[in-house]
């Protein structure tokens, strides 16, 4: 599996729109690339996945260059509930084993 | 649509005890499951994945084991506790192309 590469953390203030990016250097052809959201004593939870160019849901967007080497998780107008661990997986979730990076704690202050 | 349940919820348990963490999956046959742990404020780590029934693949060596003994069961074990298994369990199946988790168990050791 690619490794991956993220901030450890970061700070917002509500109401502004937060960038993760997160490096993945030796992605394969075949892996996606998705991220999820944790709170504490929860399990993470399916943010957003995607393959490459943009994607985007309810509650975020995707951004892939095209060498797909790198990620960015974009949530607009943060709130103090979005305060949380992001962490970005790059991989076949579904076919083999999957593991976890260290994720970007991201803090949202009033 | 697939659920995980896992329990207990929190388990206390003495130094040198046994231990029994069960998880059960609805609505999917022959999932790929995981166990991770997640000590307080580090990211997850992967412990045991399962591809089916008797098959289970270590990640990490310690005093844990794992097993799987139906399709939809998987059992994570241990003959005796050390402090250094506290933490966060959690039991995951892929849903599509996505990890999906149990709300998973606070194990404390004592």
């Known amino acids: 599996l690619a490794k991956t590469t993220q901030p450890i953390s970061m700070d917002s203030y509500e109401g502004q729109e937060v960038n993760i990016t997160c490096s993945h250097n030796n992605i394969a052809t075949n892996d996606y690339i998705t991220w999820y959201q944790q709170f504490p004593s929860q399990g993470p939870r399916f943010i957003i996945q995607?393959?490459?160019t943009k994607v985007t849901n309810e509650v975020a967007s995707l951004f892939i260059p095209a060498d797909r080497k790198s990620s960015t998780l974009s949530l607009p107008r943060v709130s103090l509930s979005d305060t949380a661990v992001y962490y970005c997986l790059v991989g076949d979730t579904g076919g083999f084993k999957t593991i976890f990076g260290a994720g970007t704690r991201l803090f949202v202050k009033a | 649509s697939q659920t995980i349940h896992q329990w207990p919820a929190t388990l206390v348990q003495p130094v040198g005890s046994p231990l029994s963490l069960e998880c059960t999956v609805e609505?999917?046959?022959?999932?790929?499951l995981y166990w991770y742990r997640q000590a307080a404020g580090r990211g997850l780590q992967l412990l045991f994945y399962s591809v089916g029934i008797g098959q289970i693949s270590s990640e990490v060596p310690q005093n844990l084991s794992a097993s799987r003994p139906q399709d939809r069961q998987f059992i994570l074990s241990s003959k005796k506790l050390l402090l250094s298994d506290s933490g966060f369990y959690l039991c995951a199946g892929p849903r599509g192309e996505k990890l999906f988790f149990g709300s998973g168990t606070q194990l404390s050791v004592l």
């Open positions: 995607g393959y490459k």
């Open positions: 609505g999917t046959s022959n999932p790929n």
